[in-house]
C-alpha cells in the first residue's frame, strides 16, 4: 500500500525567508511524486511532479522540491517566501506501477508573515 | 478547456435525503478520481475510473455510496440514503492514464447534510 505523511499542521515563515514544507512517502515499488497547493474555497492546483531523473524539481510560482530516494522524502521549497503563498499544501504519491491513483498527504497550511 | 466541471457547488440536504453530484472531466483524459475532503480525515479517495471502468472503490465507505460513469464525459457519485456525517467537500478529479501525469480537479462541491 502507498502513504503519504506531512508531519507538520502548519509551517510559519516570514515573508521574505526560505520556507520548506516536509513529506515523506511510502510505496512498495518506484513514486511518481507531486505537490498541490489549495486556495481557500478552491480545488487543488498542481504545482510539480518528480517522475525520474534529476532530482531536484522546479514547478510553478517559484516552488521547487527535492527527491530524497533514501530518506524516502520530497520536500517542497521556495528560497523566498510571499504573503501570496500562503495556502493549505498537499504531497501526493503514486506508485509507478499503472492502475494505482493519487494519494495524498493530510495537507500542511502555510502562512506567510509580513 | 474549461477544466473539471463539478455541479452543484454547494448541496443543502436533509439526512436521509437523496443526492448526487455531477461530474465532467477534462475532454481527453480517460482517468477520472473522486475524492473527499474533511478537516478530520483530508482527503480520501473515494472512487478511480479508467476508461469509465472503476478500478479502485476500495474508499467508498460503505453501500450508500455509489458512483457510476456512463461515458467519458459524465460521472456521477450518489448517496442514499445521505447522513449528517456525509457533510465534506466533494472533489473530483481527471487525468491522462499514466501514473505519472497529474490529475487536474474541479471546484469541489460542497455538502452539508442536516
Known amino acids: 500500500a502507498q502513504s503519504v505523511a506531512q508531519p507538520e499542521d502548519q509551517v510559519n515563515v516570514a515573508e521574505g525567508n526560505p520556507l520548506t514544507v516536509k513529506c515523506t512517502y511510502s510505496?512498495?515499488?518506484?513514486?511518481?511524486l507531486f505537490w498541490y497547493v489549495q486556495y481557500p474555497n478552491r480545488g487543488l492546483q498542481f504545482l510539480l511532479k518528480?517522475?525520474?531523473?534529476?532530482?531536484l524539481v522546479k514547478g510553478s510560482y517559484g516552488f521547487e522540491a527535492e527527491f530524497n530516494k533514501s530518506q524516502t522524502s520530497f520536500h517542497l521549497k521556495k528560497p523566498s517566501a510571499l504573503v501570496s503563498d500562503s495556502a493549505l499544501y498537499f504531497c501526493?504519491?503514486?506508485?509507478?506501477?499503472?492502475?494505482?491513483?493519487?494519494?495524498f498527504g493530510k495537507g500542511t497550511t502555510l502562512s506567510v508573515s509580513s | 478547456d474549461a477544466g473539471v466541471i463539478q455541479s452543484p457547488r454547494h448541496e443543502v440536504t436533509e439526512m436521509g435525503q437523496e443526492v448526487t453530484l455531477r461530474c465532467k472531466p477534462i475532454?481527453?483524459?480517460?482517468?477520472l478520481f473522486w475524492y473527499r475532503q474533511t478537516m478530520m480525515r483530508g482527503l480520501e479517495l473515494l472512487i478511480y475510473?479508467?476508461?469509465?471502468?472503476?478500478?479502485?472503490d476500495s474508499g467508498m465507505p460503505e453501500d450508500r455510496f455509489s458512483a457510476k460513469m456512463p461515458n467519458a464525459s459524465f460521472s456521477t457519485l450518489k448517496i442514499q440514503p445521505s447522513e449528517p456525517r456525509d457533510s465534506a467537500v466533494y472533489f473530483c478529479?481527471?487525468?491522462?492514464?499514466?501514473?505519472?501525469?497529474?490529475?487536474?480537479f474541479g471546484q469541489g462541491t460542497r455538502l452539508t447534510v442536516v
Open positions: 478529479a481527471s487525468s491522462l492514464t499514466g501514473a505519472n501525469t497529474e490529475a487536474f
Open positions: 510505496v512498495s515499488g518506484n513514486p511518481y
Open positions: 518528480y517522475i525520474t531523473g534529476d532530482n
Open positions: 501526493a504519491v503514486r506508485d509507478q506501477q499503472a492502475g494505482t491513483a493519487l494519494i
Open positions: 475532454s481527453g483524459h480517460n482517468s
Open positions: 475510473f479508467n476508461n469509465n471502468v472503476p478500478i479502485d
